[in-house]
């Protein structure tokens, strides 16, 4: 008898699944530059002008993964 998969996780099937896994982890990755940046931003002294292009590559990554993810999505639905 297999045993149930107590995480209820499957490994994603094809391409689309494997890129719309990927453009997932994009997203939560670009997590950590934003944050950082933010904080350099706050804390107002030398810091501001890389803690700007740190929140701008974060933005960058987040508006990727979420355009790539909508693309994948697309790509699902039936033509009409």
Do not use: H
Not at 26 to 50: F, K, W
Request: a positive charge; glycine letters at 12%.
């Amino acid at each position: 008898m297999d045993k149930p998969n107590p995480f209820c996780l499957r490994p994603p099937r094809g391409l689309r699944g494997w890129t719309s896994l990927i453009y997932k982890v994009v997203l939560i990755a670009a997590v950590l530059p934003v944050l950082d940046g933010l904080q350099a931003i706050g804390r107002g002294n030398s810091d501001m002008l890389p803690g700007l292009a740190t929140l701008a590559f974060g933005l960058v990554l987040v508006l990727a993964g979420i355009a790539g993810y909508i693309a994948v999505r697309e790509e699902d639905k039936p033509n009409e």
